[in-house]
């Protein structure tokens, strides 16, 4: 009963978006403020509606309802609760039916919040809100409903793959929904304000809100993944550059651009067409990404959904929206007629570089992304483009933004000196080269990448350090020092998420440089030296798990006698899934991760086993950490307080979730 | 398909739980560092979108020990290369040719770059020279704009 609940209230939710994507955009139109007045319940009632097929959905995962088709395909009694739940997003129907709760909650919340909008671009936001919901609840209904029954239930269901029951992959997806979908907001925005016909500074300040928590949602999901691939897939890879990863990477680059170009039109209107280029974009990356995902044209590690029906589904969701959204942008853009006038060398020319360098980057891979079937399509050829691709194209871009990054955010508006602008930056400059140079001196006959990444790193990090002391203004060093802690959380913001960058930069080239390797066989009571620690294999024994089987070893890790860690690394057999997963045994430092992982008993006796040291493994976590949380800063910034209704002033425009 | 039935599937489907096995490294340090680095460029065949050195797969099990051998026998990285290209095809080359229509790929980024920096700085010089223009702003918006605008 539940479940047809469920289902119906979708359909109700279909209806509802029909209506709130006509009435307001009607009512916009003729200036009928009663019409356009429909938007805002309508955005609350689909949040309501959909948010119960959720709920309906979910429940029947908990109590484990054999009837629902979706619940015999993905779960299992005797899987743990945590995975019960996430197990509702672990497919595609389910994924699905969360990614439109989103949209509903951003919607909702764009209708809460937006007090400040004038009236009818409030309306013509929502409607494109609207239709947005409308398109993704057709897809749902029509072709991947979740709620369908079967005839015969079973006594139990085929569990939830294996890799999936993971506390960092059941987070993972709900966070990159937040920013997929979060980015149909500067969507949103951007056709409305292409409806209205003008953009202002006040526009930029209302998108960039929306942009910048759609970014930050974007950066945690990907390090929640990455960070899932580096533990659980047993050789501590982290990013591979797979179709699926570059489909959420690519919007990400974009909106990162976005909400740099928002900052010029905020500031300076300048730059006005081309931030809502970016922001159409954006959004149609996301759904690119989707189709990639869900439509399984590209074959990748990850895709959940092999199916062309829906492919061709989300392909006609992409060409109307792209479509539609880049007509009425060539018609209208010329419209926006842009104000600031600036010299060659000042931050709005730092900023249009950085837009350069992000959207370029993201061109790249994009067409790596897509290359092999266009390869396929037109010249027959089946080829591959992997990661040593993406490597040598996609680098040098991160190199050249982080070199110019610093002195960038130092220029000022309008008119700079970049000799001037550099004064203070020297010192850092010289002490990044300098570690640079250290670093080179001190590894043996290996690559410049460690030692580049750590200057490059470090020229970030101390450029940051200096923007913000920079901002405190002049005086005693204790008066600034006591300035700096109430600079705006703008200004910090900027500074912590783009010492995070520095910090994911050196870590990335750290680990991937400096890693230290050995794969051997091993008996019990055996050690070997990996680096400067010793490591015996104690014993191997068998564990029973709620839901699996492991081999699990048990390793103890010494250095100069001290021990340092037990380690159990398993290896890992799901019945009812018919599947293997290695679980490796990670001794997480600040400086190091050792990362042991067992493999098959071998037939001479004794077990293959694979370690590593891993160095800084942590900090590339770390930096997408503070990355989110720079972003998460200056979201919280007085002006989006202020501005995003001041009646509301501690919840603040961020959808709080 | 019973309980019974998936479980004998998962034993036997409990396939090797890592890429690179013990008993295929190399005893010459040098070649096994070549031999890894070939591997990093060569698709598995049978998987998405991973490499022969990190794949579970029996048939990358296959291609690494292939590559091996050919190193053993003396080839170079390049006719390794050419020897497995030879087999399979372009497909399990991880990192495309240059050759014929992948020029377009490769020259992609750069080219984009530069048309990229070229618009920019066209728009730049315009941007440098253009006359301030007049507010389309009634007074009344700009009042209210001023008020959003004002912390």
Redesign the interface.
Known sequence: MIVELGHFALVLALAVALVQSVAPLVGAQKRWAGWMAVAEPAAMAQLLLVGFAFAALTWAFVTSDFSVRLVVLNSHTLKPMIYKISGVWGNHEGSLLLWVLILALFGACAAAFGQ?LPPTLKARVLAVQGMIGAAFLAFLLYTSNPFLRVGEPPFDGQDLNPLLQDPGLAFHPPFLYLGYVGLSMAFSFAVAALIEG?V???WG?WVRPWTLAAWVFLTIGIALGSWWAYYEL??G?FW?W??VENASFMPWLIAAALLHSAIVVEKRE?LKSWTILLAILAFGFSLIGTFIVRSGVI???H?FANDPERGVFILLILAVFMGGALTLFAARASAM????????VSR??GL??N???L??AC??VF??TI?PLV?EL??G?????????FN??FTP?VVAIAAVLPLGALLPWKRAQAGRAMRPLWGALALSVALGALAFAMQTGRSALGPVGLALGAWLVFGALIDLWGRTGRGTALGRLARIGRLPRADWGRGTAHAGLGVTIFAIAGITAWQQED???MREGESFMLGRYQITLKGVREVEGPNFRATTADFRVTRGGQQVAMLHPE?R????A???T?EAAIDYGLTRDLYL????P?DGGGY???SYIKPFANWIWGGTLLMALGGTLSLTD??YR??AGARRAPAAAVPAE | MN?LA??I???T???????????E?LPDPALETRAREIS??L?CLVC????ID?SNAQLARDLRLLVRERLVEGDSDAEVMAFVVDRY????????TTG???LI??I??PA??AA??GT?AL???R??S????Q???SESERAR?TE??K?
């Open positions: 400040n003008r202002d500074a006040a300040r047993g050789w890879g591979f797979d179709p300048a074959t990748s590690v895709a007629e842009a104000k600031g006038v600036f010299s060659t709005e020319s249009v570089l837009n350069v360098l959207t370029v061109f790249v067409i790596g290359w390869a037109l010249w050829r089946k080829l591959s483009v992997g990661a040593p691709f040598a194209a871009f794969i051997r066989v290896k057999v799901y019945p009812v018919a599947m293997p290695t992982v067992i493999g098959d071998q293959a086993v694979r007085r002006r202020i501005a | 309980r998936l479980l599937l998962a034993l489907l409990a396939a090797p739980a890592f890429a690179v096995q013990p008993d490294i990093k460029d698709r998405r979108n991973e490499s990190d095809g372009e497909y399990v080359l991880l990192n495309p014929g229509a992948n790929l490769w992609a980024g984009m770059l990229g920096l920019a728009y730049l010089r941007r440098r253009a006359p301030e223009p507010p389309a702003l704009l959003i605008l912390d």
